[in-house]
Nanobody, 126 residues
Framework: QWRFVESGGGLVQPGGSLRLSCAGSGFIADRYAIGWFRQAPGKEREGVACIVSSGQNTYYANSVKDRFTISRDNAKSTVYLQMNSLGPEDTSVYFC???????????????????WGEGTQVTVAS
């Protein structure tokens, strides 16, 4: 059974930084692209960033480009999301999931809908 555990969220002031971690289990994590998603209250879940299985290619949503950095440590089956210059619009629950990978690129489409974790809450407020 695929399982994802997100951690690292918290309360941060505008302009601050956080580093989220996503630990995967139940599958060979280094064979899959992994993506970060977020969902704010009353809004649909949106894709934030993804990284291919090798770690050599990434994708970022326009809203986080140049502020967020996704990386992975396949030896630890862990994917990270470094978030800088946070603003109130980044307040959400953040989730990770295995996503599609094709021709060396990742796409923000979860491979499975039954493996979402509980997410980690990020709140940006002064």
């Amino acid at each position: 059974q695929w399982r994802f555990v997100e951690s690292g969220g918290g309360l941060v002031q505008p302009g601050g930084s956080l580093r989220l971690s996503c630990a995967g289990s139940g599958f060979i994590a280094d064979r899959y692209a992994i993506g970060w998603f977020r969902q704010a209250p009353g809004k649909e879940r949106e894709g934030v960033a993804c990284i291919v299985s090798s770690g050599q290619n990434t994708y970022y949503a326009n809203s986080v480009k140049d502020r967020f950095t996704i990386s992975r440590d396949n030896a630890k089956s862990t994917v990270y999301l470094q978030m800088n210059s946070l603003g109130p619009e980044d307040t959400s629950v953040y989730f990770c999931a295995a996503v599609q990978e094709l021709d060396g690129r990742c796409a923000m489409r979860a491979l499975r809908t039954d493996s979402w974790g509980e997410g980690t809450q990020v709140t940006v407020a002064s």
